[in-house]
């Protein structure tokens, strides 16, 4: 029964700790642009938190006998009911004086610092309370960090299914604090329930007693895993969308892999650790794909393209190319992590008194790898290595007290000089070969450098060497011979941003997505390409201008490509919360300066600045807000759109571009303007040569009956309903979960 309660509250504790993260992180989202790095940096919040809790109980368990402790202890978790209720509402006003890492450290220290850090402690304590106990479960105390990962893997499947959809964040937090209110009245049970024995003197163990080589290891397999998933999570969410269900599923694969490390008996298929090494090569050769601008997909379609020359066989593999790079980036973060923490189990203490400083270690490497990740990599780099360095950092740890062969002579420095030959040469011969034929380029030599390290054999110290090697090698080729192959490269907590030239056009990418081209000739260099063509459903409206257009808001720089249609006479206001964004359409491209009429660039989130625009002033608000292929979806809720009609003149329109690879966004618009009472209708366009047109999709609202019929009737744009199971998004409930194209 008193082993129930323990595990009872393990679980509650770290079941709230994860709930909390996703509630905090969706409140504090739209203040702060909707940007996919605000997870990331709330994580690290998070886990310094941690670590700052795992540091007072080792400090406390080696200076206090536990009887001690445990009356200091249990008056600090029952003092922590007087910070209940969480003043939510302080997150979403941000002052914007701080950088974003500062305001969002600032706030959320305000609002839920204590009691995270109360929460932050319970695993740790309770494990040292089993330890000390009489009951039989002490000779194994870490069974309950299984359970406090278990608690934390549920809350984080629960979240996106269960939570989300049915509960708005008010509603949520409200269980939420609930609960924390139970993990209290568990605390006290156990301080009465489970006694504990007699101490002479503290049990812990100081961080020096404990060997330099095991720390290091400890260290490196608990930092690398944590770096790993928050590269792969600023993937999807750069790419897909910057909310709790892409959040959830590299953290969910994260926690299950600790789960299944830490649990009695202990799971990681053998092959796993025997071939950690052709993993890592290949995720390697997928990092040379992605700094090249490749992927899988485009790869299976081009492939595809030449085996099946009817291009209607390329339609029938959807899912296929949509998922394909989703899916490895979560099975390389599942073999990772699981292969880490596996070894990192092994090599736990056996002495209870070292539990306080393993845990400790640990929680200051995962609060290590995320501070990597998502604070110092932003500034440092300009290029996205935080998977190349994670590797490089797990695989320095796993070869940690490796015995190598004598019998293993092979020829390491020829490898290593053959490996950086051929990571040279690929850039290289990448710029001689026409574009079409570049994923021949890029085939043959991710298969050539593949197997090379894969020869480099299971010797797990020479292949840290030549990672360790490869990620100074990467940022020389990327400074000295990718980046002259640009016009421009910058990175930043938006993504990186990047200017290429073909031998006809620019082009401006945001991570994967293009955010607008433009051709050289400077007789044609006026004409808007890509989405914003003039056969595009944007492109017709702002041609035919049956809709006045004297004053527009658009929400979303990118090139600049739409001030191309303004007319003299005209005022166009543009709002960009990324400054890096503004350069380059001012300085790269010149449809901002060849502009017939008057266009103004506001700073800041779009929706927040729009607040201080005066009333009944636009004819359109235009929203193109992508982050990559994203969409910010704080600007998608009743509030926001409440919000653009107060701005918006009689008669004004409100113009979404909803173009993703991955959600189908229609039916959102749809319920909302069914909600509001306003009018629906949405163009497509399927034309697409890159860059001069690509496909698109774009939707409209309006209140005003004449404006929704001259789209219908004159423009040809159509109306409907759809996905009835989707609700109307508002600044406290959205769920993508629907929207997944199936």
């Not at 009944?616 to 608000?621: F, L, R, V």
């Amino acid at each position: 029964m008193r082993i129930i309660i323990l595990q009872s509250l393990v679980f509650l504790s770290s079941f709230l700790i994860f709930q909390i993260e996703l509630i905090l992180g969706k409140t504090i989202l739209p203040g702060f642009g909707g940007g996919y790095m605000v997870w990331g940096i709330t994580i690290v919040f998070y886990q310094a938190l941690l670590f700052i809790g795992y540091s007072y109980v080792h400090v406390m368990n080696g200076s206090l006998l536990f009887a001690r402790f445990r009356k200091v202890h249990t008056c600090l978790v029952a003092l922590s009911l007087l910070f209940l209720p969480v003043n939510v509402d302080r997150l979403s006003e941000p002052t914007y004086q701080w950088p974003m890492v500062g305001e969002i450290v600032y706030l959320l220290a305000l609002t839920i610092g204590t009691l995270f850090f109360v929460l932050s402690t319970l695993s740790v304590y309770l494990q040292v309370h089993l330890s000390d106990s009489h009951l039989e479960a002490r000779k194994n105390p870490y069974v309950l960090f299984a359970g406090s990962n278990l608690g934390a893997f549920t809350a984080l499947l629960s979240y996106p299914f269960l939570w989300e959809p049915y509960f708005d964040l008010s509603e949520q937090m409200r269980f939420w604090e609930w609960g924390y209110a139970g993990v209290v009245v568990l605390f006290v049970a156990v301080q009465l329930l489970v006694s504990i024995r007699k101490q002479d003197k503290p049990s812990g163990i100081s961080l020096p007693s404990v060997p330099r080589s095991k720390l290091l290891k400890w260290l490196l397999l608990s930092a690398a895993p944590s770096a790993f998933f928050l590269a792969i999570t600023n993937e999807l969410t750069l790419n897909i969308a910057p909310v709790p269900l892409l959040w959830i599923l590299p953290l969910a694969v994260y926690l299950l892999t600790l789960v299944l490390s830490f649990k009695e008996r202990p799971y990681c298929p053998k092959w796993f650790l025997k071939y950690i090494h052709g993993f890592i090569a290949l995720g390697v050769v997928l990092f040379f794909f992605n700094l090249l601008g490749q992927s899988l997909s485009k790869l299976g379609q081009v492939a595809l393209k030449g085996w099946f020359p009817n291009a209607s066989t390329l339609e029938s593999f959807p899912i296929l190319f949509k998922v394909s790079e989703p899916l490895w980036l979560l099975f390389f973060c599942f073999v990772f992590c699981l292969t880490c923490h596996y070894r990192l189990n092994e090599a736990r203490p056996e002495d209870s008194g070292e539990l306080t400083a393993y845990y400790l270690v640990l929680s200051a490497g995962g609060f290590v790898g995320g501070f990597m990740v998502n604070w110092v990599a932003p500034w440092v780099f300009n290029l996205t290595l935080e998977m190349l360095i994670s590797f490089a950092l797990g695989i320095w740890g796993l070869a940690l007290g490796q015995k190598e062969s004598s019998t293993e002579k092979q020829p390491f420095a020829f490898q290593f000089l053959v490996i950086f030959g051929m990571t040279l040469g690929w850039p290289l011969l990448r710029q001689f070969v026409p574009a079409e034929a570049r994923f021949l380029v890029d085939l043959c030599a991710g298969f050539a450098v593949l197997a090379i390290l894969i020869h480099v054999g299971a010797l797990l110290k020479r292949y840290a060497w030549v990672l360790t090697g490869l990620v100074l090698w990467v940022v020389f080729l990327d400074t000295n011979i990718i980046q002259k192959q640009q016009v421009f490269k910058a990175r930043n907590h938006y993504g990186v941003h990047m200017v290429q030239e073909n031998r006809a056009y620019r082009l401006m990418n945001h991570g994967t997505t293009l955010h607008g081209a433009q051709i050289l000739d400077p007789s044609s260099k006026h004409i808007p390409l890509t989405y914003y063509h003039p056969g595009s459903p944007i492109g017709d409206v702002l041609n035919k201008r049956s809709l006045s257009m004297q004053r527009v808001a658009l929400m979303g720089l990118g090139a600049g490509s739409l001030a191309a249609y303004a007319r003299e006479g005209e005022e166009w206001d543009y709002f960009e919360i990324d400054p890096v964004v503004g350069h380059i359409a001012q300085n790269y491209f010149t449809f901002l300066k060849d502009c017939r009429g008057q266009v103004n660039i506001i700073y800041g989130d779009a929706r927040v600045s729009l607040r201080k625009q005066p009333d009944n002033i636009y004819d359109a608000i235009v929203l193109d807000v992508f982050s990559s292929d994203a969409i910010p979806v704080h600007l998608l809720t009743v509030e926001a759109l409440r919000e653009y009609d107060r701005a918006l003149k009689p008669g004004g329109v409100i113009i979404f571009h909803l173009s993703n690879k991955f959600l189908n966004l229609l039916p959102v618009i749809s319920v909302l303007g069914e909600e509001l009472g306003w009018n629906f209708s949405f163009k497509v366009s399927k034309e697409n040569f890159h860059p001069i047109k690509l496909a698109s999709l774009w939707a409209v609202l309006t209140k005003d009956p004449e404006s929704h019929r001259i789209l219908l009737d004159d423009q040809k744009w159509r109306t409907g309903k759809f996905n009835d199971k989707v609700r109307p998004w508002t600044d406290q409930y959205s769920s993508i979960w629907p929207l997944f194209y199936r």
